[in-house]
């Protein structure tokens, strides 16, 4: 496997560690805002993105090629209000579709199918994890006038 994509998919693994973390830092943020429904679905994307980490490493491992060292994150900052959160985290989701689709350019000019293949799998992944938070960024911004109890019905509908 090409130096280039090595460094590309461990610089991956380290995004999507980043936004483990992240989300992690969500579910105690909700939790103590009292909105258990919000905590939940960001523990579900906890578990997702280490699912995916460890499907890149998995990957780099069948190719017997040896993952770098991860870029160190940069740090993550107090949230305010919930809607400062979910947009923090949706841009940062924004952030790794961008490199996947960079690792894609790469390897496609590499000419190595497998790992365009592999990259376009995880773009439909997280395409979809997008399209999920955007909604629920969305319809917490129309209910959210700065007091949580507002998100109680979204939160209560969340699964």
Do not use: W
């Not at 090409?2 to 989300?23: M, R, W």
């Not at 523990?43 to 998995?58: T, W």
């Amino acid at each position: 496997m090409d130096p280039q994509i090595i460094d590309a998919l461990t610089e991956l693994i380290g995004k999507e560690g980043y936004s483990a973390n992240i989300y992690q830092i969500l579910v105690t943020y909700f939790q103590t805002n009292n909105l258990p429904g919000y905590a939940h679905r960001m523990q579900l994307r906890v578990s997702r993105k280490q699912a995916r980490e460890s499907k890149i490493q998995n990957y780099l491992n069948s190719c017997g090629a040896i993952q770098g060292k991860i870029p160190p994150p940069a740090p993550i900052p107090p949230f305010t209000s919930p809607i400062d959160a979910l947009t923090f985290i949706n841009s940062d989701q924004a952030n790794t579709k961008i490199l996947m689709h960079q690792i894609i350019i790469i390897s496609t000019n590499l000419a190595d199918n497998s790992t365009t293949n592999f990259v376009r799998s995880l773009v439909e992944e997280q395409t979809e994890e997008e399209a999920t938070a955007s909604e629920l960024l969305e319809r917490s911004r129309i209910r959210y006038t700065g007091r949580n109890i507002q998100l109680i019905p979204i939160d209560y509908n969340l699964p």
